[in-house]
T-cell receptor, first 115, second 113 residues
Framework: DAGVIQSPRHEVTEMGQEVTLRCKPI?????LFWYRQTMMRGLELLIY????????DSGMPEDRFSAKMPNASFSTLKIQPSEPRDSAVYFC?????????????FGPGTRLLVL | DQQVKQNSPSLSVQEGRISILNCDYT??????FLWYKKYPAEGPTFLIS?????DKNEDGRFTVFLNKSAKHLSLHIVPSQPGDSAVYFC????????????FGAGTQVVVTP
């Protein structure tokens, strides 16, 4: 079975541009997570969806960030406008249930560089 | 505010020896802990977990120890192999949450021949 799929794998953009990251969770999984990894802060949870509904977006850094999950097989994370400090690796993860014992399966990540 | 801390950014160990990775947490309410392993250009993968009702969990070469009074957990890899070279993330969770994980910053392990 295919794992979590993320696109693009790499993105280079200029400050002020809109960036859209895409994620396809594992089929049958009903929980989806967006994370950001930086050298300084490690892995930070940005937002969590359960059954396509945002449950916890307390990690979204500011209004420039938005996430959607229009259906069970697709989610987007948008940054508008992008800034150099947004440069990081963004991971999407999915799990099959609700709760701490449900293993989260991570995608390969999108490496974003904002110039 | 980092509630899960991995104070050693890197660790170098010889093949066949033991690797010990450490993790400290500040929130005494955390009751479930996990270790994830990450290779370059890949996402993290689940390695091993432990509930707060236990102080040790073992899976093959990997053992996680939990010291609740010290708010400390460690991952032992015995014996270390070159394929263990990766970044290891410690994570913690609350049982009354939806499974939100708080991750540490990671420890880069290099296993040398």
């Amino acid at each position: 079975d295919a794992g979590v799929i993320q696109s693009p794998r790499h993105e280079v953009t200029e400050m002020g541009q809109e960036v859209t990251l895409r994620c396809k969770p594992i089929s049958g999984h009903n929980s989806l997570f967006w994370y950001r990894q930086t050298m300084m802060r490690g892995l930070e949870l940005l937002i969590y969806f359960n059954n396509n509904v945002p449950i916890d977006d307390s990690g979204m850094p500011e209004d420039r960030f938005s996430a959607k999950m229009p259906n069970a097989s697709f989610s987007t994370l948008k940054i508008q406008p992008s800034e150099p400090r947004d440069s990081a690796v963004y991971f999407c993860a999915s799990s099959s249930g609700w709760g701490m014992r449900e293993t989260q399966y991570f995608g390969p990540g999108t490496r974003l560089l904002v110039l | 505010d980092q509630q899960v801390k991995q104070n050693s950014p890197s660790l170098s160990v010889q093949e066949g020896r033991i690797s010990i990775l450490n993790c400290d947490y500040t929130n005494s309410m955390f009751d479930y802990f996990l270790w994830y392993k990450k290779y370059p250009a890949e996402g993290p993968t689940f390695l091993i977990s432990i509930s707060s009702i236990k102080d040790k969990n073992e899976d093959g070469r990997f053992t996680v120890f939990l010291n609740k009074s010290a708010k400390h957990l460690s991952l032992h890899i015995v014996p270390s192999q070159p394929g263990d070279s990766a970044v290891y993330f410690c994570a913690a969770s609350l049982s009354d949450s939806w499974g939100k994980l708080q991750f540490g910053a990671g420890t880069q392990v290099v296993v040398t021949p």
